[in-house]
Structure formats: C-alpha cells, structure tokens
C-alpha cells in the first residue's frame, strides 16, 4: 500500500510564493510519475503539473493556467514530490492533491494513489 503525505500549505496573499510537499512511502517511488492536481469549492478537480519517473533526467507538464509561475520537482532519495507556486493568485485557492500515475498525463484516472490533501488559500 502507498501513502501520500502533503504538507506546506497555507494562507499567502496574492503575489506570494508557497512550497507543496508530498511524501511517499515504499521503494519504488522513482519507477513512477507523479502529479499535482487541485479542487477549488464547488469545482471539479482539475489537473495542474506532473513529473515523469526517472533517476537523472526527467520531464514536466503543466497546466496552461500555472506554466511559468509553479514548478515541479521531485528527490527520489527523499521519496518526495514538490511544487513551488509562485505569483500567487486567488483563483488559485483551492485543496492541493498529489498522486502517483503513469507517465505525464492530466487525467485523474491515470493516477491510482492520491494524498489526503492540504489547503492553500490565497487572499486578494
């Protein structure tokens, strides 16, 4: 069994910055890629960046609404998926998830494990 453990949410004003963690147990961690995907209230959860699998080089995907302004990395020594977020926007408040998939895809149902989830909530 998996588990996907966020943190470093927060309340941020706009223009700010925030650094999303995301722990994984188990030993396999660099064989998958993995994704960040969010859900504001009353929406539907939406795709936001993935990083392939790899131990040297790997490859990002981003959401049109994010490309330049978040960043997606991961430490495969430490088991652990980031995302820098800056330039903080109040449509970007919404409940963070991370989840393990299978390859650079934005559809949730490519992705098979999922985190509890941490708010990040940005104020105009």
């Known amino acids: 069994q998996v588990q996907l453990v966020e943190s470093g949410g927060g309340l941020v004003q706009a223009g700010g910055s925030l650094r999303l963690s995301c722990a994984a147990s188990?030993?396999?961690?660099?064989?998958?890629?993995m994704g960040w995907f969010r859900q504001a209230p009353g929406k539907e959860r939406e795709f936001v960046a993935a990083?392939?699998?790899?131990?040297?080089?790997?490859?990002?995907y981003y959401a049109d609404s994010v490309k330049g302004r978040f960043s997606i990395s991961r430490d495969n020594a430490k088991n652990t998926v980031y995302l820098q977020m800056n330039s903080l926007k109040p449509e970007d408040t919404a409940v963070y998830y991370c989840?393990?998939?299978?390859?650079?895809?934005?559809?949730?149902?490519?992705?098979?494990?999922w985190g509890q989830g941490t708010q990040v909530t940005v104020s105009s």
């Open positions: 990083i392939s699998m790899g131990l040297s080089s790997v490859s990002t």
């Open positions: 188990g030993r396999t961690f660099s064989s998958y890629a």
């Open positions: 989840a393990r998939g299978y390859g650079l895809r934005y559809d949730s149902n490519d992705y098979d494990y």
